[in-house]
């Protein structure tokens, strides 16, 4: 097991904030996951990576990293800051530097990396990401949109997170562009990062992860795989808009190996083995 939320509760304390955004979460991330967060807007998602990350403390409960309570005295948090990287919606928003090239660099430099070691991370992270290696001497703000997506990533991956936290990694890129991104996400997981992926898009979640979890009202509504949560009949409750397939697989009772169909393969095999 990586990481862990027990029984996290979380207010905000600025002015205005009377109820709390997390209502005693219980979250496990382990080697090789692709986990799904969904849920409606104001459910706590966000807060829930921010938590994951260390980057906000939980009022009551706990965050464990490989068993250890991270807030505890004496966690080595720079080694929780080296192993889980997380990309922030609209990450690009973020960049500084001059160069696609400082910016990529920044997080391996604060942690020590120096010479051609710091070289050598920036070209992979961006090898990762599919971005020519000449994108290193432009200037962040020249690049397109999805460019920018990639180069915010490389920023995250130079560190070789463990643990890559996505809050809405694809959220206002065009179809061609989300696809590649994805594509790339789904590569790593193979590759053995663990993966906790925020999305509105459902259709997008039956795609990419394998787990997911719903939060409503900061709690955990219903969490299993991608395929029992997003065929749930209680998806509407929870005001989530199942994927296209699954919409038509329930309208016409489609099922794959005697399961609810997730894609739009699996419906279609369905219909056609229906015709025989
Ligand atoms: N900085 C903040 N100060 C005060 N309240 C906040 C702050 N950030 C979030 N909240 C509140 O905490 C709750 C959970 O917010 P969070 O951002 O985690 O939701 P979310 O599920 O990520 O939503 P979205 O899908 O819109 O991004 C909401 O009620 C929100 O208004
Ligand atoms: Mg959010």
Redesign the pocket.
């Known amino acids: 097991m990586l990481l862990e939320l027990r029984g996290v509760y979380f207010k ?3 002015l ?2 009377n ?1 709390a ?2 209502n005693g979460i219980d979250l496990t991330v382990s080697e090789g996951d692709s986990i799904a967060l969904v ?10 990576l ?1 938590h994951l990350d260390g980057l906000l403390r939980p009022a009551a409960g706990r965050v464990l990293y490989m068993g250890g309570d991270i807030h505890a005295k004496g966690f080595d948090l720079s080694r929780l800051r080296r192993d889980v990287g997380l990309l922030f ?1 609209f990450a690009e928003t973020n960049f500084f530097g001059q160069t696609v090239y400082e910016d990529v660099a920044y997080a391996p430099l604060n942690h020590g990396l120096r010479g051609r070691a710091l070289a050598q991370a920036v070209t992979r992270a961006l090898e990762m990401v599919r971005l020519a290696p000449s994108v290193k001497d432009r200037s962040p703000f020249s690049l397109s949109g999805g460019e920018k997506r990639k180069v915010a990533l490389a920023g995250v991956l130079a560190m070789q997170p463990r643990v890559l936290l996505l ?2 990694p694809t959220s206002g890129l065009d179809p061609g562009t989300r696809a590649n991104l994805l594509s790339l996400l789904n590569d790593l997981n193979r590759q053995g990062t663990a993966m906790v992926m ?1 999305s ?1 898009d459902l259709d997008e979640v039956a795609d990419i992860a394998r787990q997911a979890v719903v ?1 409503k009202d ?1 709690r955990v509504a219903d969490k299993g795989s991608v395929r029992e949560v997003l065929t749930s009949p209680d998806l509407e409750s929870w005001d989530l808009e199942p994927p296209e397939a699954v919409r038509l697989g329930k309208l016409l009772g489609l099922k794959s190996k005697g399961m609810p169909v997730l894609s739009e393969a699996e419906a279609v095999s369905a219909i056609l083995a229906r015709g025989k």
Do not use: F, I, N, R
Not at 39 to 48: E, F, I, L, W
């Open positions: 905000y304390a600025e205005g904030a109820k955004a997390l849920g409606p807007s104001g459910s706590g998602k966000s807060t829930v921010l919606q809050d809405e925020v509105h939060l900061g």
